[in-house]
């Protein structure tokens, strides 16, 4: 089995991909998923060091994934996506390893302007929501 570094879970294919092209730049192994339940297999599968997952998912809801990440998996990070950051607000328990969250539509240029050689993670922006990138440990 081949180590996977990160796992996308969106239901929009476009979105997907892109993320999925960006790591790919840097070189870094990523599995995507449609869906939750395609998600979670993903996560349980491959215990990815980050699993970016959008709110808005359809049948699952995207916070329902990630508490069950977090639940079964403390040391996976959770990056949140979406288009509507208030719907967020107030609904992330304090126990969940979320990093951050990436407000739709993003900036793939931004994305790329934060990777810098030895950053574990960088805070960039976009306005008000910002986005938060990881980055893999140099020493891994």
Known sequence: MN???VVV?????G??????????TRKISCSVARNG?????????HRPALAIVDI???????????RLISKNYKNIKILLITGYKETVNGQIDAAMPVMGIIEKPFDVMEL???????????????GEAGCLFLMPDPAT
């Open 56 to 66: 808005k998912l359809g049948a699952m809801n995207g916070l329902d994934v990630a």
């Open 9 to 13: 879970i969106d239901d929009d294919e």
């Open 15 to 24: 979105v997907r991909w892109v993320i999925q092209e960006l790591l790919d």
């Open 112 to 126: 790329l302007d934060l990777d810098q050689p030895g950053a574990q993670r960088q805070w960039g922006g976009g």
């Open 3 to 5: 180590k996977v570094d």
């Open 37 to 45: 339940q395609e998600g979670l297999q993903l996560v349980f599968k």
